[in-house]
Nanobody, 125 residues
Framework: QVQLVESGGGLVQAGGSLRLSCAASGRTFSSHIMGWFRQGPGKEREFVGAISWSGESTYYVDSVKGRFTISRDNAKNTVYLQMNSLKSEDTAVYSC??????????????????WGQGTQVTVSS
């Protein structure tokens, strides 16, 4: 079992920045591929990005490329989502996810076994 807890959400003006954190406990964190997903009001859950075990490989949805950066610190069992140049359409509940069976970065939420409870990000225009 892996337990995930997100933090860092809040209210920010358009053009601003936020950094989300996802702290993991339980089984070996460094063996898990980590993903970030979001679900906006009235929308389906959407893949944001993912990061490999080592942190050397990342993968993003087109709408956040160049604005969002995923990183991880395996010594701290934490993955981060740095969000810059935020837009109103980025408003959503952001959740991190983990899986130790994945061998490639995946945008499919069904491939991730463990999920955090989510943190709200609201971008005002």
């Amino acid at each position: 079992q892996v337990q995930l807890v997100e933090s860092g959400g809040g209210l920010v003006q358009a053009g601003g920045s936020l950094r989300l954190s996802c702290a993991a406990s339980g089984r070996t964190f460094s063996s898990h591929i980590m993903g970030w997903f979001r679900q906006g009001p009235g929308k389906e859950r959407e893949f944001v990005g993912a990061i490999s075990w080592s942190g050397e490989s990342t993968y993003y949805v087109d709408s956040v490329k160049g604005r969002f950066t995923i990183s991880r610190d395996n010594a701290k069992n934490t993955v981060y989502l740095q969000m810059n140049s935020l837009k109103s359409e980025d408003t959503a509940v952001y959740s991190c996810a983990a899986d130790d069976r994945l061998r490639i970065l995946s945008r499919n939420p069904a491939r991730y076994a463990y999920w955090g409870q989510g943190t709200q990000v609201t971008v005002s225009s």
